[in-house]
């Protein structure tokens, strides 16, 4: 089974602090994704990366950038964390491709005080 | 540039009634379509998935959908639901990126 692991369920953080959340995938895909999830707005796409260093902005970066050193492993960081960033972050990979599915984490419901 | 519209937000039924989930998609390519399952509290699990074909397509938990290209829907259907369906539903399609719906919430009601 395709395993997509968030680094942290629930994260508190203070508004200014710089914020990693990390991301890693087990079957060797090459695309993934962060989204971010709020009530009403569904899943939002916030960056995605097609490969090692690579990266391109979703429909909504600001604020946000994003780390892939690695195949298995997308770091989404919130440079200065402000509190309409708090929301729930879903983080996914798939392989290349448009017909396969997009495998999911478990998700980090960060909260920003 | 492709969209993906869910009208309903929300959506209660009877256990045991059948339900329909409504998606309607735009985009300027051919696209695939998915739907998606968010349990409380977990990330989201695929239903089905459409790529070619039969436009008639069936999932798991007994969910079905069906495409149909010139009303560009992809509605998700099943006959009697249970409580254990209670969740939110997402409509999704698929070029390079993937781009989701804004969510049904459907609410089973005992």
């Known amino acids: 089974d395709v395993k997509v692991t968030q680094s942290s369920r629930y994260l508190v953080k203070r508004t200014g602090e710089k914020v990693f959340l990390e991301c890693v995938q087990d079957?060797?895909?090459?695309?993934m994704f962060w989204y971010r999830q709020d009530p009403g707005l569904g899943l939002r796409l916030i960056y995605f990366?097609?490969?090692?260093?690579?990266?391109e902005k979703g429909d909504i970066p600001e604020g946000y950038s994003v780390s892939r050193e690695k195949k298995e492993r997308f770091s989404l960081i919130l440079e200065s964390a402000s509190t309409n960033q708090t929301s729930m972050y879903l983080c996914?990979?798939?392989?290349?491709?448009?017909?396969?599915?997009?495998?999911f984490g478990q998700g980090t419901r960060l909260t920003v005080v | 540039a492709q969209s993906v519209t869910q009208l309903d937000s929300q959506v209660p039924v009877f256990e045991e009634a059948p339900v329909e989930l409504r998606c309607n998609y735009s985009s300027s390519v051919s696209v695939y379509l998915f739907w998606y399952v968010q349990y409380p509290n977990q990330g989201l699990q695929l239903l089905l998935k459409y790529l070619s074909g039969s436009t008639l397509v069936k999932g798991i938990n007994g969910f079905e959908a069906e495409f149909n290209k010139s009303q560009t829907s992809f509605h998700l259907r099943k006959p009697s639901v249970h409580i254990s369906d209670t969740a939110e539903y997402f409509c999704?399609?698929?070029?390079?990126?993937?781009?989701f719906g804004t969510g049904t919430k459907l609410q089973v009601i005992p």
């Open positions: 996914a990979s798939c392989p290349w491709g448009a017909t396969t599915e997009a495998f």
């Open positions: 990366s097609y490969d090692v260093k690579m990266k």
């Open positions: 079957m060797d895909h090459e695309n």
């Open positions: 999704a399609v698929r070029y390079q990126k993937v781009t």
